[in-house]
């Protein structure tokens, strides 16, 4: 018994030495980082970071590789993205030698008013139907990159999406799972069922699903360019299909339809520049968190600790106030982004923090006037793209029009319908976005394009992985694995206010101890299936003139260079 006593205690033993003496990094990593030197892709679905390396051997750059890759990413992750969708991208230009950003979202229709919300009893915008569709901006996103700055023809581009979309993939899990969840309240909706319940149900993990619609649709793309989307064809199916469905979109909507190319908005924080989009989106938000945190000394707090964890909390909350009362359409309102991103404004902000105590609620500043994907991409030239690209609510509105293979957006919930909010519904005008995406450089040079999918979860997730980067000292693997804080609960766009502080969610990782210290400070704590976002990242190494990939496991995504 004695023997068997002390056997057991030494497997014990060797298995606590072992799982604490790693080689490839921290105890959540879940892999060491991918290096290459001639390119390299990180998306969140396999088949599309191949597609992206595809591009890359054939010639193509990375812009080419991205615009490959988000069509691909179309069509095997509808889950989370389509063209029928909104579009943001940051790009590192090698032969400028700096960043350029779009802005590619669609406006709501000139036809549907505010009153028509008012007169209907609207007290909010639906989450699904007709009217939340706006007009989508990925497709003259894709156009609008290509011409800037892509290489390789457009029908070679979309040739890889064009393949699978007619010979079929075999479904991953996760898409799966969020497939089979959106079934059972989309498929109400004309098209949907043909398309995406093919043998009456969603398609199951491993199973081959084929979209011959889509495959004819990135063909007409190919052939006769963008103007097949927005004046011809496809804008004439869309728009006969929504307002059969009682929705408002016009040829006018279509044909007045413009992307934005857009200087990216900075902070420098401890040496290193932060880049985000203006808004209509939410990037500002990631700018003002950092501006908040740099006046505390995080990497003495640690990683994981009660007291970062609450100062995180804490600055989010901050941030989230003024997202909620500023970020929206700046053709339709002064913005104060300057202020907003001022380190003043950061630490006038910052002296709000209770050190011991969880707010239930702050005031914004006063200024003088969930599902997505992302993807990035990098070139043996030095080009790097961050882009990211939703239907907004997972597969999106429920509308699929006309069999092109893909579904409408339902952005426009997002607007407000309290009058003399900046964000309030509007004629061709844009909703305030979550989608963002981000770059670090450092003395003016390339250093990481990033981002972290997931709806408001997102400039919580770009704050976390650059405290983790930066404060922390992680490696880009072990920045997107380490373990997540979700806020929620903050002032929103759409008019709803916090008034009780909010709650916590936090992944699996974080010990009792520290969550137990939390809720002394009054925080309220819960667990949450899914929504800590998805990540991927690439680094580019000067010294070595190498690129260090990352992408996580919350997807079923594959970064991969050569």
Same mark, same amino acid.
């Given at each position: 018994?004695?023997?068997?006593?002390?056997?057991?205690?030494?497997?014990?033993?060797?298995?606590?030495?072992?799982?604490? *003496?790693?080689?490839?990094?921290?105890?959540?990593?879940?892999?060491?980082?991918?290096?290459?030197?001639?390119?390299?892709? /990180?998306?969140?679905?396999?088949?599309?970071? !191949?597609?992206?390396?595809?591009?890359?051997?054939?010639?193509?750059?990375?812009?080419?590789?991205?615009?490959?890759?988000?069509?691909?990413?179309?069509?095997?992750?509808?889950?989370?993205?389509?063209?029928?969708?909104?579009?943001?991208?940051?790009?590192? *230009?090698?032969?400028?030698? !700096?960043?350029?950003?779009?802005?590619?979202?669609?406006?709501? #229709?000139?036809?549907?008013?505010?009153?028509?919300?008012?007169?209907?009893?609207?007290?909010?915008?639906?989450?699904?139907?007709?009217?939340?569709?706006?007009? #989508?901006? /990925?497709?003259?996103?894709?156009?609008?990159?290509?011409?800037?700055?892509?290489?390789?023809?457009?029908?070679?581009?979309?040739?890889?999406?064009?393949?699978?979309?007619?010979?079929?993939? #075999?479904?991953?899990?996760?898409?799966?799972?969020?497939?089979?969840?959106?079934?059972?309240?989309?498929?109400?909706?004309?098209?949907?069922?043909?398309?995406? +319940?093919?043998?009456? &149900?969603?398609?199951?993990?491993?199973?081959?699903?084929?979209?011959?619609?889509?495959?004819?649709?990135?063909?007409?793309?190919?052939?006769?360019?963008?103007?097949?989307?927005?004046?011809?064809?496809?804008?004439?199916?869309?728009?006969?299909?929504?307002?059969?469905?009682?929705?408002?979109?016009? +040829?006018?909507?279509?044909?007045?339809?413009?992307?934005?190319?857009?200087?990216?908005? &900075?902070?420098?924080?401890?040496?290193?520049?932060?880049?985000?989009?203006?808004?209509?989106? !939410?990037?500002?938000?990631?700018?003002?968190?950092?501006?908040?945190?740099?006046?505390?000394?995080?990497?003495?707090?640690?990683?994981?600790?009660?007291?970062?964890?609450?100062?995180?909390?804490?600055?989010?909350?901050?941030?989230?106030? @003024?997202?909620?009362?500023?970020?929206?359409?700046?053709?339709?309102?002064?913005?104060?982004? @300057?202020?907003?991103?001022?380190?003043?404004?950061?630490?006038?902000?910052?002296?709000?923090?209770?050190?011991?105590?969880?707010?239930?609620?702050?005031?914004?500043?006063?200024?003088?006037?969930?599902?997505?994907?992302?993807?990035?991409?990098?070139?043996?030239?030095?080009?790097?793209?961050?882009?990211?690209?939703?239907?907004?609510?997972?597969?999106?509105?429920?509308?699929?029009?006309?069999?092109?293979?893909?579904?409408?957006? @339902?952005?426009?919930?997002?607007?407000?319908?309290?009058?003399?909010?900046?964000?309030?519904?509007?004629?061709?005008?844009?909703?305030?976005?979550?989608?963002?995406?981000?770059?670090?450089?450092? @003395?003016?040079?390339?250093?990481? &394009?990033?981002?972290?999918?997931?709806?408001?979860?997102?400039?919580?997730?770009?704050? !976390?992985?650059? /405290?983790?980067?930066?404060?922390?000292? +992680?490696?880009?693997?072990?920045?997107?694995?380490?373990?997540?804080?979700?806020?929620?609960?903050?002032?929103?766009?759409?008019?709803?206010? +916090?008034?009780?502080?909010?709650?916590?969610?936090?992944?699996?990782?974080?010990?009792?101890?520290?969550?137990?210290?939390?809720?002394?400070?009054?925080?309220?704590?819960?667990?949450?299936?899914?929504?800590?976002?998805?990540?991927?990242?690439?680094?580019?190494?000067?010294?070595?003139?190498?690129?260090?990939?990352? &992408?996580?496991?919350?997807?079923?995504?594959?970064?991969?260079?050569?």
């Amino acid at each position: 018994m004695k023997k068997l006593a002390l056997t057991i205690l030494s497997v014990i033993l060797v298995f606590f030495v072992f799982s604490q *003496d790693r080689v490839t990094g921290l105890t959540f990593a879940t892999r060491s980082e991918v290096i290459a030197q001639n390119g390299m892709a /990180c998306t969140s679905q396999p088949l599309a970071t !191949q597609a992206a390396l595809d591009i890359l051997k054939a010639g193509g750059n990375a812009i080419d590789a991205a615009i490959a890759a988000n069509a691909v990413l179309g069509l095997v992750e509808p889950t989370g993205n389509g063209m029928g969708g909104d579009l943001f991208a940051i790009i590192w *230009d090698a032969k400028t030698k !700096q960043l350029y950003g779009l802005n590619a979202s669609g406006r709501s #229709p000139y036809d549907l008013k505010l009153d028509y919300f008012k007169e209907n009893g609207y007290e909010k915008i639906p989450s699904y139907g007709p009217l939340p569709v706006s007009v #989508p901006g /990925c497709v003259d996103g894709w156009f609008e990159l290509h011409n800037k700055f892509g290489s390789l023809p457009m029908k070679e581009v979309l040739n890889p999406a064009i393949n699978y979309a007619e010979n079929g993939f #075999p479904l991953t899990e996760l898409i799966a799972y969020y497939w089979g969840r959106s079934t059972s309240f989309l498929k109400k909706y004309p098209g949907f069922e043909e398309i995406y +319940m093919p043998n009456g &149900s969603a398609p199951k993990k491993g199973e081959i699903f084929k979209n011959p619609f889509l495959a004819n649709t990135f063909r007409l793309l190919a052939e006769e360019g963008r103007d097949v989307f927005y004046k011809g064809e496809i804008a004439e199916k869309i728009v006969k299909y929504v307002r059969e469905e009682g929705g408002f979109l016009s +040829m006018k909507d279509f044909e007045d339809h413009t992307s934005e190319w857009i200087k990216p908005i &900075s902070t420098n924080y401890r040496g290193y520049d932060v880049w985000e989009l203006p808004p209509n989106g !939410q990037g500002t938000a990631v700018l003002q968190m950092l501006n908040i945190l740099e006046n505390y000394e995080i990497a003495e707090m640690g990683f994981g600790t009660p007291e970062y964890m609450h100062t995180f909390i804490e600055a989010k909350k901050l941030a989230y106030e @003024d997202r909620a009362k500023y970020y929206s359409d700046m053709d339709f309102n002064d913005i104060p982004i @300057d202020g907003l991103i001022s380190k003043e404004y950061g630490k006038e902000r910052a002296a709000l923090i209770n050190p011991n105590r969880s707010a239930r609620s702050y005031p914004a500043g006063e200024l003088e006037q969930g599902n997505t994907i992302y993807l990035t991409t990098a070139d043996k030239d030095g080009n790097m793209v961050s882009l990211i690209q939703s239907n907004y609510r997972g597969m999106g509105s429920g509308m699929t029009p006309g069999k092109l293979g893909f579904i409408l957006q @339902d952005r426009g919930e997002l607007f407000a319908l309290e009058e003399n909010h900046m964000n309030v519904y509007e004629p061709h005008k844009r909703p305030f976005h979550t989608i963002i995406p981000a770059f670090i450089t450092k @003395d003016d040079e390339p250093y990481i &394009s990033f981002g972290l999918m997931g709806g408001a979860m997102q400039p919580q997730g770009h704050v !976390q992985i650059v /405290c983790n980067l930066i404060d922390f000292g +992680m490696n880009l693997q072990e920045a997107g694995d380490a373990p997540r804080i979700s806020h929620d609960g903050s002032s929103q766009p759409t008019g709803s206010k +916090m008034t009780d502080g909010g709650q916590v969610s936090l992944e699996s990782g974080f010990d009792y101890q520290t969550i137990r210290a939390l809720m002394n400070k009054g925080h309220k704590i819960g667990y949450a299936k899914g929504p800590y976002g998805g990540y991927q990242a690439i680094l580019f190494d000067k010294k070595n003139r190498v690129y260090y990939g990352a &992408s996580e496991s919350r997807k079923d995504g594959q970064a991969a260079g050569y």
